[in-house]
Every structure is written in C-alpha cells, then in structure tokens.
C-alpha cells in the first residue's frame, strides 16, 4: 500500500523559510509527476506547483519567486522550499503524487494527509 507522508511544517514569522518534504513508501512500480497543494481556511484546494520526473517545474503566481519545488527520484521524495512566507501562505500543505503500484495498474493520484503552516505576522 502506498503512502504518502509530508513534513517540515510549522509555525513561523512573516519573511521566514520552511522546508517541506513528502515521502512516498510502499509499492510503488513507476512514479510520475508530483506536486504541492494548499488549503486555507474556508478555501478550496489550490495548486502551489508540480515537478515531473524530469524535473521540469510549475509554480503558482502566488509563490512564483518564493517557493522551489524540487524531487529525488530515488528517495520517492519531493520538497518544497518555501522563503519569504507571508500570513496568506497560511493553509495545511499536501502532497500528491501520480504513480502505479504495480507494472498492470493504471496511473492515478495518491494525497497525503497534510501538514499545517501558519505564517504569522
């Protein structure tokens, strides 16, 4: 069974850095792309940014400049460097990732479960 488990978040002051990670576990045949989304209060799900794996990345305009998603394809890992933190980045931060457990799967999403980060002022 696959898992996906992020960490790294936590409570800091505006203009401050976090570093989360997200690692995958279990049976995991072929990975795809990975990523990085947010929810805030009373918000929906946003994307913050992808990473295939190749490496070529996305970043929301909200983060763009701020934020660096980056992957170790052979840690199953992804990270998200997060500088210059402002209140509004305040959300819990989940990793999702797009793979197959086995060579007969189909590709399809798995989601960890979160980890909080709140930036205060």
């Known amino acids: 069974q696959v898992q996906l488990v992020e960490s790294g978040g936590g409570l800091v002051q505006a203009g401050g850095s976090l570093r989360l990670s997200c690692a995958a576990s279990g049976s995991i045949f072929s990975m795809n792309d990975m990523g990085w989304y947010r929810q805030g209060p009373g918000n929906q799900r946003e994307l913050v940014a992808t990473?295939?794996?190749?490496?070529?990345?996305t970043h929301a305009d909200s983060v763009k400049g701020r934020f660096t998603i980056s992957r170790d394809n052979a840690k199953n890992t992804v990270y998200l460097q997060m500088n210059s933190l402002k209140p509004e980045d305040t959300a819990v931060y989940l990793c999702n990732a797009w793979l197959r457990e086995n060579w007969y799967n189909d590709y399809r999403d798995y989601w960890g479960q979160g980890t909080q980060v709140t930036v205060s002022s």
């Open positions: 990473i295939t794996t190749g490496g070529s990345t």
